[in-house]
């Protein structure tokens, strides 16, 4: 997979893509290539990639000796900033107050197989049979500092995975202000800059805009990934859709603050950079230390948007999420949260999980209220022992109750967090985030622990032990429900670390906590949270498998979520629940077919009332949930395929899930707000499907030739007059197809369940 050429061009390729780089004239590391497979790359190809005998006008020369060599028009793989190069670098680093305009000049190279998963840290991990790691070392002599730069690639995917460290080999401490881990470079300006960003309970919408000469972002400064703005990000070229055109995307692995930024300059280059933010962020390095950067995943497709999030889905899956749960199926779990909130006993939760049990549901998740004395937001975060109110007979009694209906048991934590009124903060207010200022911010009545400190994270782990131990349990719901504000460890400061390593620190202590569930607990399946989908990022999937997306769980909202969650996420790392209607966060009324529909692509789950539903909610849930267990292979970890290209005010999704042999598919279709008097032949394109073969399309033969040309049917929608054939009326629509190839000469197939 990786190819030195003449011990100056390294060429990464894989069936999908080729990555190449080489040695510049001044001994840095230029940027040739990133896209389609090259194939083997001649002599001359090189020359023609390489050779420039001129500059761009208007720029300063990099050295005396070469008149015509500038980095300002030069691509490059690690740029620094100040030294003929006027954008943007990708590394600061300071000497006392003095800035330092770095000259890494390449010294050696060394090739490895395969990647370790080592819970400390997340990155991409692969055996030695799926992937090669090029480590290109470099160095700055004068300022003795080491750089090296990784770059991995795996079998099969359109994917280069960068990270890179610095070492201080000098006597004097350094000061990194800046430290980027991924870094590409285009040619061109033609693309628009898509992110996916929003709010509490609107998050990850695609947004979508033209690039022009300058500079465009998305990040974020709250401790978190965070819900305004996710760290996947995207450049997608003009004319680029669903299914064709070319589409790079970057991603960081990586849950803390972060920056994805792309500049265009005055020649319309392009020069995307993602890794931590540099806004209050500094690490002092003294001699002989190292500093490393997160993993950045730099992808490519020219098969637009469906062909991006195949591969960031596909990779996440195999290369990120722990093995053990990539294709292991979830449990449909009953969340007592939107059901109750905080008014519950044992015997409540009981009688909700014996009905949801009922209903066919697989795991009883005890949220937020179960701990302390909390029967509201305003205490007992950090005291992780039951309520002995709600929990008259022990949390234990209660576990082997709901084990022995055969359901899993999960529970509720937000570990970071600690009450003002709590035993945990009597005993230890010096453990908060908070400024020796007297005024300290406070969100939803409640304080962030220092997980920079390493004796509170095993505090609060002691704690969680032993509930899980007394439980046996199954499965964790970890939330996170505030951000940081006036950012300021008690320890570091006794430590006299710097307070600018606070937030990449903090982040070091949560993967620490993970870790260590994780290494006594490694059958524990945890689902990540935070006040809904505010760290919904690659660094908590790399520990948790599904996460909460939205505190949103209205089905129209979803939407969105999920449609932009999808371009950088699995289907498999939702967690999808169906809620009541009118729903609670936007008081919408929907069907609780389309609640069903939209919640079953990916891991479905309950968090409604049940002991308010009626028989025929009842029988509408058993039949979903008979039907999500005969298909659920192919619902979490089928091939997701949006029908229809999704724009910020969409009125029309459709959602598509395909099995590898393209056998068999479901397929949702959603329209918003009815359409008055629409049409009775509308038709939806299914490209992904087999020409050459039949379906049954709800029992129905097509073949496949007409689905990818002409297409399904769009539901027979109202229209004033079709009172008795209408198959979809009012607003808030679903309709739903399920797909089956037919083989010739059998009778036809099972539908598989009934949708
Ligand atoms: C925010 C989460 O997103 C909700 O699902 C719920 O767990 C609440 N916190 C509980 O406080």
């Not at 009626?614 to 089928?638: M, P």
């Not at 007409?706 to 769009?714: C, F, M, P, S």
């Amino acid at each position: 997979m990786i190819e030195v050429i003449n011990g100056n061009v390294f060429h990464l390729q894989n069936n999908r893509i080729s990555y190449v780089f080489y040695i510049m004239k001044n001994d840095q590391l230029g940027h040739l290539y990133f896209g389609n497979p090259l194939g083997r790359l001649s002599e001359m190809d090189i020359r023609y990639l390489i050779e420039r005998n001129n500059k761009s006008g208007g720029t300063v020369k990099f050295s005396q000796e070469d008149g015509m060599f500038t980095l300002a028009d030069q691509a490059q793989e690690y740029p620094v900033y100040g030294s003929s190069d006027f954008k943007e670098g990708a590394i600061d680093v300071f000497h006392e107050n003095e800035p330092w305009y770095l000259d890494f000049k390449f010294v050696r190279y060394h090739l490895s197989k395969g990647k370790e998963r080592q819970l400390a840290v997340p990155s991409a991990y692969a055996a030695a049979d799926e992937s090669e790691t090029l480590t290109i070392q470099l160095s700055d002599e004068e300022h003795r500092l080491d750089l090296s730069l990784s770059f991995s690639i795996f079998t099969d995917f359109a994917v280069i995975a960068k990270n890179q460290q610095i070492v201080n080999r000098g006597q004097d401490p350094v000061r990194i202000q800046k430290m980027l881990s991924g870094v590409l470079e285009l040619p061109s300006a033609d693309y628009d800059f898509l992110q996916l960003s929003g709010a509490w309970l609107k998050e990850r919408h695609i947004k979508r805009r033209k690039l022009e000469q300058g500079t465009v972002s998305a990040g974020s400064l709250k401790g978190a990934s965070g819900h305004q703005h996710n760290p996947f990000i995207a450049l997608v070229e003009k004319n680029a859709d669903n299914n064709k055109g070319n589409v790079y995307a970057a991603n960081l692995i990586y849950s803390g603050n972060f920056l994805g930024q792309v500049e265009v300059d005055e020649w319309d280059n392009t020069r995307l950079m993602i890794g931590i933010n540099p806004a209050y962020f500094s690490w002092e390095l003294n001699a002989d230390e190292s500093f490393s950067t997160p993993e950045a995943l730099l992808f490519f497709s020219d098969q637009g948007l469906n062909g991006i999030s195949n591969q960031t889905g596909r990779f996440a899956e195999k290369h990120i999420i722990d093995r053990k749960w990539s294709n292991e199926i979830r449990p449909i779990v009953f969340n007592n949260w939107e059901a109750t909130y905080f008014d519950f006993d044992q015997k409540k939760l009981l009688a909700l999980a014996k009905a949801g049990k009922d209903l066919g549901m697989e795991c009883f998740v005890i949220d937020d209220g179960w701990f302390g004395k909390r029967d509201n937001a305003k205490s007992s975060l950090g005291d992780w022992y039951a309520d002995p109110k709600k929990f008259p007979d022990g949390l234990g009694k209660f576990a082997r109750q709901i084990h022995e209906m055969k359901l899993q048991l999960g529970i509720w934590f937000e570990p970071e967090m600690i009450s003002p009124d709590s035993d945990l903060y009597r005993l230890h207010p010096e453990w908060v985030v908070k400024h020796p200022y007297s005024r300290a911010s406070v969100g939803r009545g409640q304080f962030v622990l220092d997980f920079a400190d390493p004796k509170v994270v095993d505090a609060i782990y002691g704690q969680l032990k032993k509930v899980i131990l007394d439980t046996q349990l199954d499965y964790i719901k970890w939330d996170m429900n505030r951000n940081i504000t006036e950012a300021y460890s008690n320890y570091l400061s006794q430590k006299k670390i710097d307070q600018t390593e606070f937030f990449h620190r903090y982040i070091l202590g949560v993967y620490s906590l993970y870790a260590k569930i994780l290494t006594d607990f490694p059958e524990i399946l945890i689902e990540g949270c935070a006040g809904g989908g505010g760290r919904y990022d690659l660094g908590i999937l790399f520990y948790s498998p599904q996460i909460w997306p939205s505190d949103d769980s209205d089905a129209v909202e979803r939407l969105k979520i999920q449609s932009g969650t999808l371009l950088g996420y699995p289907l498999s790392s939702f967690s999808n629940h169906v809620s009541a209607s009118p729903n609670h966060q936007t008081e919408r009324i929907t069907s609780l077919k389309m609640r069903q529909d939209v919640a079953m692509f990916g891991p479905l789950g309950y968090e409604l009332n049940l002991a308010a539903l009626s028989d025929h909610e009842k029988e509408e849930i058993t039949a979903r949930i008979a039907f999500y267990k005969n298909n659920r292979q192919l619902l979490t970890f089928g091939t997701f395929y949006q029908l229809i290209e999704v724009k910020e005010d969409s009125n029309e999704y459709a959602w598509a899930v395909f099995n590898e042999e393209k056998t068999e598919a479901v397929i949702a279709f959603f329209r918003i707000l009815a359409k008055p008097n629409s049409s009775v032949q509308e038709f939806l394109k299914v490209p992904f499907i087999c020409t050459d073969r039949t379906y049954l399309v709800n029992g129905q033969t097509v073949s496949g030739q007409v689905l990818k040309n002409i297409g399904i049917r769009k539901p027979y929608q109202f229209n004033g007059v079709n009172h008795d054939q209408a198959e979809v009326k009012g607003d808030f629509q679903s309709y739903t197809y399920y797909l089956k190839e037919k083989i010739p000469n059998s009778s036809g197939g099972s539908s598989n369940g009934k949708i």
